[in-house]
């Protein structure tokens, strides 16, 4: 039963475009939501996260929206760059809970 | 501020033998947890401790254990090891809810 899902294994875009990476979720218990970059063999680096009682939170190149009502987010890069090819992860947490359920990863590839 | 420190980075096992993998949390950080990363599954839940607690834990069997000491350094212990146990095991230090840092993992192979 996967609770959270990225349905899109793979992503290419050009450099200086738009990257857009999505994630949904079937667990109503969740209420924090984060994305984290990986390369193989290394740990996630944290990127950005949003709280249930938002809708959007902004750092940067990096945007995340949350749709509770569509239990979907979405990641979205402007402009991507060259350096930000990697494996993205979605991951939740429900309250109080410090157990992070992850999507299966979106391998993002920008051509410069 | 140090990070996450995991060790150690590389491991081989023979089957049946048992491991034990070290994680060393961000100082002031007593919540740790473990995650296990194989290519089929994705990052998998493993446990959770806080203040030498176990807190929470995911669904694998029994051979998987792990425990925090009293400085919040925290161990996971496979036994038992089989070919399926290969993986990328990782650490993660929390202060607080949604403030998660990974180590760089222990990548283990068993043969």
């Known amino acids: 039963d996967q609770q959270v899902k990225q349905n899109s294994p793979s992503l290419s875009v050009q450099e200086g475009r738009i990257s857009i990476l999505n994630c949904d979720y079937t667990?109503?218990?969740?209420?924090?939501f984060l994305w984290y970059k990986k390369y193989p063999a290394e740990g996630p680096t944290f990127l950005i996260s949003?709280?249930?009682?938002?809708d959007k939170n902004e750092d940067g190149r990096f945007t995340v929206f949350l749709n509770k009502s569509a239990k979907h987010l979405s990641l979205h890069i402007v402009p991507s760059q060259p350096g930000d090819s990697a494996v993205y992860f979605c991951a939740a947490s429900a309250v109080s809970n410090y157990k992070l359920t992850f999507g299966k990863g979106t391998l993002l590839t920008v051509n410069p | 501020k140090a990070g996450v420190t995991q060790t150690p980075r590389y491991l081989i096992k023979t089957r049946g033998q048992q491991v034990t993998l070290s994680c060393s949390p961000i100082s002031g950080h007593r919540s740790v947890s473990w995650y296990q990363q194989t290519p089929g599954q994705g990052l998998q839940f493993l446990f959770e401790?806080?203040?030498?607690?176990?807190?929470n834990k995911g669904n694998f069997p029994g051979r998987f254990s792990g425990r925090q000491f009293s400085n919040s350094r925290s161990e996971m212990n496979v036994s038992t090891l089989e070919l399926g146990d290969s993986a990328l095991y990782l650490c993660?230090?929390?202060?607080?809810?949604?403030?998660?840092?990974f180590g760089s993992g222990t990548r283990l192979t068993v043969v």
């Open positions: 401790y806080f203040s030498e607690t176990q807190r």
């Open positions: 667990n109503s218990m969740f209420d924090y």
């Open positions: 949003i709280s249930s009682i938002k």
């Open positions: 993660a230090s929390s202060f607080y809810q949604g403030d998660y840092t």
